[in-house]
């Protein structure tokens, strides 16, 4: 499935590309330019979850889609929404849900099934939502069997995050330290082989610094927000930051209330909470490290109004800007660092 970038398609990506990073360094104020179906900066959001329901429900997964295009979002992680009930050969239930996929966005011709950048940029070329598959479920991702990554990798799966129920058969975890299971290992370099990207979400910091360090290729953390500023509830700590970091991956920012505010809190002034966890990450690794995975739901549950309304992302854009966040910053955050990192795995 990933294969080495032909001439014609890097050319055709950096012209895209190229030409959107060049327009907006002439002309912010709108975020917007002429002349081209994309705006600038490109939002790509590494995970959401489109409903909790079968892909099959067309009719949630075509509204849900329809929900997050209009917030101006051009490329998502598409959580698959597998039926949990049908876990005895998940790759194969997959598949299905896949196909069926395929299926709507051939009927709709709103979406399109992506991998790499060049498709991403192709897709805003063509006025679509860039869809990227992802695996985050509970139950039956790898079995026994380590050969059900290069399954997933034949379905052009982008990112598995490895929390399920199974992740005490992949790591062993101490008081203090976690190490891999020799399974666990045989996963994460399969993946690391494949280009699946490793997505730490969820895992006890320990395991998380396990799993950095076994895999040789970077990992993401695709909707995880930092303890250290203000996240109570999340175990991503700045040690995990700072590991992840120096392997060259990204902590994606949630837009989930529980991470953003206290349990029976107000949820005012999300934007500000949000841009204090960013600022912390910056603070710490650098800019080039920041993404964002919005966890949004069907229909936008668990996400506060003010980053759920239509006017979200360009509220966000002003935000930044507001704290000294560079046009080119902003670019990296909403977009461009994720798109790097599907062009290196
Ligand atoms: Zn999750």
Known sequence: MRQALSLKAGLRFLLLFGLSVGIANKGQSDGLFTGSPCPVPLILDGHTHMGFSSATSG?????????????????????????????????????????????????????????????????????????????????????????????????????????????????????????????????????????????????WPQEMLAVVAASSQPVIASHSNPQGAGATNSPLFDEVIEAAAEKGGLIMLSFNASYLFREGEDQIGAINRLLN?????????????????????????????????????GDLQAAMAERGYSPADIQKVLGRNFLRLLGEI
């Open 59 to 203: 009719k949630v997964a075509a509204e849900s889609l329809e929900y997050i295009t209009e917030r101006g979002y051009r490329a998502v992680g598409f959580g698959m929404p597998v039926d949990r009930r049908d876990l005895t050969d998940l790759p194969a239930t997959l598949a299905d849900e896949i196909g069926q996929l395929q299926e709507l966005s051939q009927e709709l011709e709103t979406f399109t099934l992506s991998r790499t950048p060049e498709d991403v940029m192709q897709a805003c070329a063509d006025g679509k939502l860039a869809v990227l598959l992802t695996i985050e479920t509970f139950d039956g991702v790898f079995g026994t069997e380590p050969e059900r990554v290069d399954r997933y990798e034949e379905m052009g799966i982008l990112s598995i995050t490895l929390v399920n129920n199974e992740h005490d058969r992949l790591l062993d975890r101490h008081e203090r330290t976690a190490e891999l299971t020799p399974l666990g290992r045989d996963i994460i370099s399969r993946m690391n082989a494949k280009g699946i990207l490793v997505d730490i979400t969820h895992l």
């Open 277 to 313: 966890q960013m600022d912390h990450i910056r603070t710490l690794v650098g800019i080039d490290h920041l993404g964002i995975g919005t966890d949004l739901q069907a229909y936008g549950q668990y996400v506060p109004d003010e980053l759920g309304r239509t006017s979200a992302i």
